[in-house]
């Protein structure tokens, strides 16, 4: 079974700062590994989808990668403001039709 | 364009109480999942459906049953709820391609508390 992996659990950094996410998986026979913030009681809102074909994607202030090969993902977040303050969470996709997610990273953005 | 939309947002229920969790989305998606978020264990596949009419199981379905009802709607319910299902259930859409999942699209979530 699929098991992925954030660390760390929480993080906390200064207005500005550019920090790096981390998701690793264990099995990397995956489809696509997809990216989504979720903000306290709500669902989660896609950030970046990467097909297994392809090395990184970018919207705006973030860049995520893929290593198939070593197991690894990583989220780039460039000037990070208050507004980014959230639990970012990771999700594989391989055969079977299924999701497997991170139990996730809580980010906080200190003003 | 609503998305995905979930009801109830909310819901209470005692030990032995029965309801059904709607999910309708509007993208004309094929495959539609549900999950349940847990603290500190991650979102997990409770059921999914790949197709209109079809339905599998997931990483912990017992307890639940789904119904597809069409291609928009695909429902979850408790027959004999259990306090271990208090939780938040997150309904989820995505259209493969060639047998692929692409993006999925959730939700905003039901709260359920089983006393």
């Known amino acids: 079974k699929q098991e992925v992996t954030q660390i760390p659990a929480a993080l906390s950094v200064p207005e500005g700062e550019n920090l790096v996410l981390n998701c690793s998986f264990t099995?990397?026979?995956?489809?696509?590994l997809q990216w989504f913030r979720q903000d306290p009681g709500k669902g989660l809102t896609s950030l970046l989808l990467?097909?297994?074909?392809?090395r990184e994607q970018t919207s705006g202030r973030l860049n995520a990668s893929l290593d198939k090969s070593s197991g690894r993902s990583t989220l780039y977040i460039a000037a990070s403001q208050p507004g980014d303050s959230a639990t970012y969470l990771c999700?594989?996709?391989?055969?079977?039709?299924?999701?497997?997610f991170g139990t996730g990273t809580s980010l906080t953005v200190i003003p | 364009n609503a998305g995905v939309t979930q009801t109830p947002k909310f819901q209470v229920l005692k030990t032995g109480q029965s309801m059904t969790l709607q999910c309708a989305q509007d993208?004309?998606?094929?495959?539609m999942y549900w999950y349940r978020q847990d603290p500190g264990m991650g979102l997990r596949l409770i059921y999914y459906?790949?197709?209109?009419?079809?339905?599998d199981k997931g990483e912990v379905p017992n307890g639940y049953n789904v119904s597809r009802l069409n291609k928009r709607e695909f429902s979850l319910r408790l027959e004999s709820a259990a306090p271990s299902q208090t939780s938040v259930y997150f309904c989820?859409?995505?259209?493969?391609?060639?047998?692929?999942?692409?993006?999925?699209?959730f939700g905003p979530g039901t709260r359920l508390t089983v006393l």
């Open positions: 989820a859409s995505s259209e493969p391609t060639s047998g692929i999942n692409n993006e999925q699209f």
């Open positions: 099995d990397s026979a995956i489809y696509n």
């Open positions: 990467i097909q297994s074909s392809q």
């Open positions: 999700a594989v996709s391989g055969s079977g039709n299924q999701f497997y």
């Open positions: 993208m004309n998606h094929n495959s």
């Open positions: 459906s790949a197709s209109e009419g079809t339905t």
